[in-house]
C-alpha cells in the first residue's frame, strides 16, 4: 500500500509537489528515492536514455522490479542498444522499450528523408517526446535523471516538481550530482556505462545528431551541433 492509497482521495498531486519539493531540498538521493517509491507504489516508472545505468542501479535498490523506460528512436547508436540490453539483463528491472507511431521508414516516406538535419525539433517531438508522453498516462510520476549542471535551463529544477505538460509528479533524485560525483559513483560500484562514453561522446543521443566532443569542451556541445539546439523536448 502506498502513501497515496492511505490519503485523501482528493489529495492535490500538485500540493504533494510543493510540500515534498520544500522538504526534499537538500535531501540525499536514496531518500528522495525512498519517498517517491513509498509515495507512488506502482505508480511510479524510470525513464533512461541508456547513456549509462546510474540511475537506475540507484533505484533498483530501493524498488527492484521498476519500469525502466527507454525510447527506441530508430536512429540510436548500436552500442545504446547493447547497453539496453545489458541493463535488462544486469538488473532487477523491468526494461520498456517504447517506440514512434511511425518506423524510420514511414516517417521518411511521409515527411522526406534526414528530417532530423531539417526540423530537428520536430524529430525529436516524433521520435521521442509524442511516443514518451504516450508511454507515461499510465503512472502518476516518473524518475528523472536530469542534472543542473547540464544546461543552462536545468539550473533552476526541483527535485520534485510537477510536470505540467503530462500532468504528473517529476521525481529528479540526482538533480544536485557532478560529473565527478556520476563517475566515483559508477566506477566506486560497476555500474553499466553506454561504450560510446570511452570514444569521446560524454552526452549521448540518437546517432544523426550526435558527435564525439573534443577534450574541455561542453559535455553537451556534441548534439545537435551548429543547430542552435540543446534538448530534445522531454525535459522541457
Known amino acids: 500500500m502506498t502513501l497515496l492509497e492511505t490519503d485523501r482521495p482528493a489529495l492535490d498531486l500538485e500540493d504533494i509537489v510543493e510540500s515534498a519539493a520544500s522538504a526534499l531540498e537538500g535531501a ?3 531518500e ?27 533505484v533498483s535498490k530501493v524498488k527492484p522490479g521498476i519500469d525502466v523506460l527507454f525510447v527506441d528512436t530508430g536512429y540510436h547508436f548500436a552500442e545504446t542498444i547493447g ?16 517506440t514512434p507511431s511511425r518506423t524510420v521508414e514511414e516517417q521518411e516516406a511521409a515527411l522526406g528523408p534526414r528530417l532530423n538535419g531539417r526540423n530537428p525539433d520536430l524529430c525529436c517531438h516524433l521520435r521521442k517526446v509524442e511516443p514518451l508522453g504516450r508511454a ?21 529544477r526541483r527535485v520534485v516538481e510537477w510536470d505540467r505538460k503530462r500532468g504528473m509528479v517529476k521525481v529528479n533524485p540526482i538533480l544536485d550530482w557532478t560529473q565527478e560525483d556520476m563517475d566515483n559513483y559508477m566506477s566506486d560500484n560497476g555500474v553499466i556505462v553506454n561504450p560510446l562514453h570511452y570514444d569521446g561522446y560524454p552526452s549521448i ?9 573534443a577534450p574541455g569542451e561542453d559535455p553537451r556541445s556534441g548534439r545537435w551541433a551548429g543547430m542552435g539546439k540543446t534538448e530534445c523536448g522531454i525535459h522541457l
Do not use: K, Q
Request: charged share 20%.
Open 205 to 213: 543521443g540518437c546517432a544523426p545528431c550526435t558527435s564525439p566532443v
Open 83 to 98: 547497453t539496453r540490453d545489458a541493463v535488462e539483463a544486469v538488473y532487477p528491472v523491468n526494461v520498456i522499450n517504447v
Open 28 to 30: 540525499s538521493t536514496l
Open 32 to 58: 528522495v528515492i525512498r519517498w517517491a517509491a513509498a509515495t507512488f507504489g506502482d505508480r511510479i516508472c524510470l525513464t533512461s536514455s541508456m547513456s549509462d545505468a546510474a540511475l537506475i542501479h540507484l
Open 136 to 156: 507515461l498516462e499510465g503512472y502518476m510520476a516518473w524518475f528523472s535523471g536530469i542534472r543542473r549542471d547540464e544546461t543552462a535551463s536545468r539550473r533552476d
